[in-house]
């Protein structure tokens, strides 16, 4: 009886392994078909998103915001070239010499396609369209003031958002959820 005990017990012990193998591609496989498909569920939603979400008293306050929603989401995806689209379509809406200190900061993100300068601009043009959000009257909709603890050099940074889902555009998809929201505008 001793000498059937190691081979019975090797062959559980091998059935055990297939079908934990066996268990854990399945479950690998499961994981990445969800996973592709809420990715093309995220890039079919952001396609699908209307272009206004918000609006403003005036017109071209919504359309300064609805454009920095679109440079923020590129920083988001740290897709540096298309941040710089988003920051000329956003420049040429900055017409108004009240804009000029805003300007300055999009044009800096306007031109380059490294998302290490475009982020360090994109702090100080979130301040400003903080600003400019809290002295504006907003029609419909809603902003959120959001904060990342550990952008700028641990300093911190903010940056708005028409949701309560922190998106981090200061680290995109290193630490996409860092961050909170602060404020709702």
């Avoid at 081979?7 to 297939?18: F, K």
């Avoid at 929603?69 to 108004?96: H, I, P, Q, Y």
Wanted: proline share 2%.
């Amino acid at each position: 009886m001793k000498n059937l005990r190691l081979p019975i017990a090797v062959s559980v012990l091998i059935a055990l392994s297939m079908a934990c193998s066996s268990k854990s591609t399945h479950e690998d496989h499961m994981e990445n078909e969800t996973s592709q498909e809420m990715s093309s569920a995220t890039s079919d939603e952001l396609d699908s998103t209307p272009a206004t979400i918000i609006s403003f008293k005036e017109e071209s306050t919504t359309q300064i915001f609805n454009t920095y929603f679109g440079l923020k989401d590129a920083l988001v995806e740290t897709n540096g070239e298309k941040v710089s689209e988003e920051a000329k379509k956003l420049e040429a809406l900055l017409t108004d010499e009240k804009y000029n200190s805003m300007k300055e900061e999009v044009q800096k993100i306007a031109g380059t396609t490294d998302t290490a300068i475009q982020r360090d601009a994109f702090d100080e043009l979130s301040e400003q369209m903080i600003e400019l959000a809290k002295s504006s009257e907003l029609a419909s909709g809603n902003l959120f003031l959001q904060h990342c603890p550990m952008a700028n050099g641990n300093k911190g940074a903010n940056w708005i958002s028409l949701s309560e889902e922190i998106r981090n555009p200061y680290f995109g998809d290193k630490m996409m959820t860092c961050g909170s929201v602060t404020e709702k505008i």
